[in-house]
């Protein structure tokens, strides 16, 4: 009840306060640092993408990850750490060729994982291994969302991103209680509107004290252990979102891009 009304005093206060809240905001969005995982295998893409990892896709001559760091780019973003494993020459090959271009002014690392550790363990490994502090934004690199970051960012951590889609139950759903995150449904073949992981979230470094594991997920470990704590916070976003992890979005991604 807290952070719910915690929560209403904030979004009261944004709408009194917001020459306030804009000068706020561009000074985190100049401190946030968003970490991308770009390490996966991309499975299931692999019949239409075989030659580079999935953010890479080619999407009209360029990498589908060019699209994506323009519109972060866009959206005030400049901190980037690009979490690696396979194929993790050809992203830091592409990486390295931007630095006058899209990333021109950007400040960009990448950790390069020594194994696969899931995304929770790549996301810890990088913590770690970067001395990371504090908030910090995550997103996958193969899911496209139009906008989110400006209020992701205003949010306190820890807080995801959802969105409502028609086929909820291709990507598992998300269960709402007003803005709060109670509980998370696995995959299935039910076919019913409703609300999913975006694929952005905000956490902090303490979200991982808990967790003893190498090798382990942020949506089985993380974000169901937040949710049951009442910790987990919802940014309901009305934008686009395609996951091209298949070849019927992929292709979709395509034709929005060149529309």
Not at 32 to 61: I, M
Request: aromatic share 10%; proline share 3%; charged share 20%.
């Amino acid at each position: 009840m807290a952070r719910w009304l915690m929560r209403e005093f904030q979004k009261r206060f944004l709408k009194r306060n917001k020459t306030f809240l804009s000068a706020k905001l561009l000074n985190l969005l100049d401190q946030q640092t968003l970490l991308v995982l770009s390490g996966g295998f991309g499975t299931r893409l692999k019949s239409v993408v075989s030659e580079v990892p999935k953010p890479l896709a080619p999407v009209n001559g360029r990498p589908f990850l060019y699209y994506q760091i323009n519109n972060w780019t866009s959206q005030g973003l400049k901190k980037f750490i690009f979490l690696l494993f396979n194929q993790s020459e050809l992203i830091i090959n592409f990486l390295t060729s931007e630095k006058d271009g899209i990333l021109k002014g950007c400040d960009v690392k990448w950790v390069v994982e020594l194994e696969p550790m899931g995304t929770g363990g790549a996301v810890a490994y990088s913590v770690n291994h970067l001395n990371i502090k504090g908030d910090f934004l995550v997103t996958n690199a193969d899911t496209w969302l139009g906008s989110g970051i400006n209020e992701i960012i205003a949010s306190e951590a820890p807080a995801m991103a959802v969105i409502k889609v028609e086929d909820s139950g291709r990507y598992g759903s998300v269960k709402l209680s007003n803005d709060q995150i109670v509980s998370f449904e696995e995959k299935s073949d039910r076919t019913d509107a409703g609300w999913i992981n975006a694929g952005l979230c905000k956490l902090n470094t303490q979200n991982f004290k808990t967790i003893n594991e190498k090798v382990f997920s942020l949506e089985q470990s993380i974000f169901p252990m937040l949710a049951k704590q009442g910790d987990l916070t919802a940014v309901q976003l009305d934008t686009e979102f395609i996951d091209i992890g298949i070849p019927e979005d992929y292709f979709r991604f395509i034709k929005f891009v060149k529309s």
